[in-house]
């Protein structure tokens, strides 16, 4: 039976919004996602696919002109809001739950510190070595189920080798952080796999793929060659930022934007961003009333990504175990068709901090949003007609909003008056259902009593995952940013 999809509420909500959607032709692809990164020092290491360009944090900033103060990211990946705005003179605070982000934002603050000299003595030494040598079954990798097969067994005894090694003669901490984090960027280059949004597609010379059609990821680097050609990036990155700062010593403070101060040794500090590890669904509401001035972000997105899936390389290499990989997917914000509902545990939360009032106002606000209403009724419809080619994405939908209306009013409590809130988000379609992920979540935020200033949108949308184009053809999806004010 064909369901009757209704779009009344979405419409009403499009007229309401639809002055504040302007197309941005500075904001294309290359500047909002992590592609821009390619070439900036620091943020090419790791290739954090999830993570947006340090030119897009510096657009918003200039463009919107806020006074600096203290900017928040509560979703900070592998931090690059905090890095790029602290070079801009913000002190900045992250939020980061996935060990991954939370490690690249740790390795970064090192290498900003670290002594360049002695780094490249100790990797002049290193390149003389042959790893497996210093192999040890004691450090072996422990692998997670999914990650089991990842690598060549020449390639995991030089990288067990290398850590080993790391591990038991480098004597300088912040140099043995770094070394291990170069090890941790080369991950996926050594390996069989390929990150692919919801899980590791594995190439076929690795004797684990399943898929109809053989994949093959390309050239599969050595584990001496891809470490030789990682070190040669961060040491010369390295370099250049210190040419940059050194240059910056002779030049009138005025004609530069960065604020980097002079430490008692003489050298060169940027403001370290602060950054704390866990939910922020926990962490935000600790944070005092009217403390930010302003938020930049990017949530993940409702695509069904898996952060957990797509790191598992990574994780397995921090040392999460199957049970903690499991925990950290049921904390993350729900964007997966695993995800358990969060509501009992945010009812509990607020109780126990004697906010139970706020739970049930935000509660409230989730249950009086009608677009949402909406598209949550119709999807629950094509489930019981068994049209939804997974039948927990109504309940994935239903979870990223309920959790959102959480981060949203905790973000406008603690803004001050004045302040800005950006976000990346992208817009996305289940069974060629529109879903205004934009449009929805300024009405929550207005809810909450921030005013809507823009919904940029980006010149190409872009149409959702690959397996709904067969059915429902591509259209184009809005990809935006969208600025809130207090
Ligand atoms: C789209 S990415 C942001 C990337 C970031 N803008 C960057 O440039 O690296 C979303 C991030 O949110 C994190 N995340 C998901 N759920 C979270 C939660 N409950 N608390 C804090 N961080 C979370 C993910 O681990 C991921 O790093």
């Known amino acids: 039976m064909p369901i009757f999809s ?46 947006f360009s340090e030119r897009l944090v510096t657009y918003i900033l200039k463009t919107l002109q806020p006074k600096p103060g203290l900017l928040l990211d509560p979703f900070s990946g592998s931090g690059t809001s905090l890095f790029t705005a602290s070079e801009l003179g913000w002190q900045t605070t992250g939020i980061e739950l996935l060990p991954v982000g939370i490690f690249a934002t740790e390795a970064r603050i090192i290498a900003q510190k670290i002594n360049i000299e002695l780094l490249k003595s100790v990797i002049y030494k290193l390149e003389k070595i042959d790893y497996k040598d210093y192999y040890k079954d004691s450090l072996a990798f422990k692998h997670l189920a ?28 912040n140099i043995q952080q770094l070394l291990m984090y170069t090890a941790l960027c080369i991950l996926e280059d050594i390996s069989y796999t390929r990150k692919d949004g919801q899980y590791l597609r594995w190439d076929f010379r690795s004797g684990r793929s399943k898929g109809k059609t053989e994949f093959n990821k390309g050239e599969i680097l050595s584990f001496e060659d891809a470490i030789r050609r990682k070190l040669k990036q961060i040491i010369s990155d390295l370099e250049l930022d210190y040419i940059q700062l050194d240059l910056f010593s002779n030049t009138e403070l005025s004609t530069f934007t960065t604020i980097k101060s002079v430490n008692k040794s003489g050298n060169f500090e940027i403001l370290e961003p602060q950054l704390y590890e866990g939910s922020c669904l926990e962490i935000l509401p600790t944070f005092p009333d009217n403390s930010i001035d302003v938020v930049i972000t990017s949530p993940p997105y409702l695509n069904r990504y ?10 397995a290499f921090l040392g999460c175990s199957e049970d903690k990989v499991k925990n950290l997917r049921q904390q993350m914000l729900s964007c997966t068709v695993e995800n358990r509902d969060k509501h009992k545990y945010l009812e509990e939360y607020y109780t126990s901090k004697e906010r139970y009032d706020e739970f ?20 629950e419809e094509y489930k019981k007609e ?17 959790e959102m209306c959480f981060v949203i009013y905790e973000l406008s409590r603690i803004l001050k008056s004045g302040g800005i809130i950006t976000i990346v988000n992208d817009n996305v379609k289940y069974a060629g259902e529109e879903i205004p992920v934009d449009l929805i979540l300024s ?19 872009k149409g959702n995952s690959s397996q709904q184009m067969g059915s429902y053809g591509r259209t184009e999806l809005r990809k935006c940013v969208y600025i809130w004010e207090k």
């Open 306 to 315: 898996d952060y957990t899936r797509t790191y598992a390389l990574e994780l």
């Open 443 to 461: 009405d929550i935020a207005e809810s909450f009593g921030l005013r809507t200033k823009y919904i940029w949108t980006l010149g190409r949308g």
């Open 386 to 402: 068994r049209n939804l080619n997974n039948k927990n994405i109504a309940r994935m939908v239903h979870n990223y909003f309920y």
């Open 360 to 379: 049930l106002k935000i509660d409230a606000v989730f249950k009086q949003q009608a677009a949402l209403q909406e598209v949550l009724m119709i999807l």
């Open 146 to 173: 999914i990650t089991r097969g990842a690598f060549s067994e020449i390639n995991e005894k030089q990288l067990v080798g290398y850590l080993s090694y790391c591990h038991d003669f480098i004597r300088d901490k």
């Open 6 to 51: 209704s779009l009344t509420a979405r419409n009403a909500l499009y007229e309401k919004f639809k002055s504040k959607i302007i197309n941005n032709p500075i904001l294309d692809r290359n500047l909002v996602s992590y592609q821009g990164n390619k070439q900036a020092p620091f943020s090419a290491w790791f290739k954090y696919r999830e993570g």
